[in-house]
């Protein structure tokens, strides 16, 4: 089954596509289009290596799917198993969210029928080939760049729909048909997030004393800026062991534990500071772990204490008073 859109409309289709999405069809070509000739496209991180340094360093596997032919006239028609598509109906008001939605139903058409692409590649800077699918028939493509993670972000990038072959008639007043195309990829990124857990071990314990309290600071710096700063505690009653986890600090990040406050009774076997980096979540060796340990000191001082919990949400600071932070995360 075969839905076409008919020859005029792609002047709208063109300046749609242009304005929302990467190399899209340009606008109406002069000449019929070569239908026998084979297409490529040449994928690239134009700009973003400045901004986004360590993606020219990763591998970015990218499928490319056929979801309509194209005719010598330059109309298309879509093909099996994306009846859900219609270009018919693309005008000068077409949004991008429109075709961020078209390029949805694509994705949906594929994975519903496991479809296998017809062109890949992987843009990781390792050659002249870099990034490069040839040998593509004339039409239009669902481009689908998978989501690529480093130990602190995550990139994703959105898919979209690519004609081949293309014009520039919008950039360059040359409306011939371009069989050789670049497109541009353009990453989202977002920040990664890991775990850190607090072992506290306490070997020995006077219970006349009452309550043992023991507060934790904890810093995550990136390079020199600090990006997580909070202070946590724990409270026992009894020798033994307890755990407290603290989620959702950045990744990537160097954290140092203080035990700014054991109270007078109990000394610290080893050092009172623990450093360790975030590892992001899912990941091998999360969460990030470090272990303190006290002994009663035979000394009779009483001591205790509330904490100053702070938590940042929609704009605001929520201070909550705590004398354990057990079982908060």
């Not at 289709?13 to 606008?27: F, K, T």
């Not at 008639?169 to 850190?196: C, H, I, M, N």
């Not at 109990?266 to 992001?280: K, M």
Request: glycine share 10%.
């Amino acid at each position: 089954m075969k839905h076409v859109v008919k020859k005029g409309g792609i002047f709208a289709l063109a300046l749609a596509l242009l304005l929302a999405l990467p190399a899209l069809p340009g606008a109406f070509a002069a000449g019929a289009v070569d239908t026998a000739k084979k297409c490529s496209v040449t994928f690239r991180l134009e700009g973003m290596e400045a901004e986004y340094t360590e993606l020219g360093q990763m591998e970015i596997p990218i499928k490319m799917y056929r979801v309509a032919d194209m005719d010598a006239t330059g109309n298309y028609a879509v093909l099996e198993g994306f009846e859900g598509l219609d270009f018919s109906g693309i005008n000068s008001a077409t949004s991008a969210k429109d075709w961020q939605q078209m390029a949805q139903t694509a994705i949906d058409a594929v994975e519903k029928e496991d479809m296998q692409p017809d062109g890949e590649t992987a843009l990781n800077g390792a050659g002249e080939d870099d990034g490069i699918v040839g040998g593509l028939a004339a039409g239009m493509y669902l481009v689908r760049a998978e989501t690529v993670q480093s130990p602190e972000y995550s990139y994703a990038f959105a898919p979209y729909l690519l004609s081949l072959p293309n014009n520039y008639f919008y950039q360059t007043q040359d409306d011939a048909w371009v069989y050789d195309v670049t497109s541009e990829l353009k990453p989202d990124q977002t920040e990664r997030y890991g775990s850190l857990e607090i072992v506290k071990q306490l070997g020995s314990y006077n219970q006349s004393l009452g309550n043992a309290y023991f507060v934790f600071r904890v810093e995550a710096m990136r390079g020199s800026q600090n990006v997580y700063s909070n202070a946590f505690a724990l409270d026992f009653n009894a020798p033994g062991e307890k755990k407290l986890l603290i989620e959702h600090i950045p990744a990537g990040t160097q954290v140092t534990v203080t035990e700014v406050y054991s109270g007078a009774s109990y000394e610290a076997s080893g050092d009172s500071v623990r450093q360790t980096a975030i590892i992001a979540e899912g990941e091998a060796g999360s969460p990030a772990s470090v272990t303190f340990r006290n002994e009663y000191n035979d000394h009779r001082n009483t001591g205790t204490g509330i904490v100053n919990r702070f938590t940042y949400q929609d704009g605001t600071w929520d201070v909550e008073q705590q004398a354990d932070s057990a079982g908060l995360q």
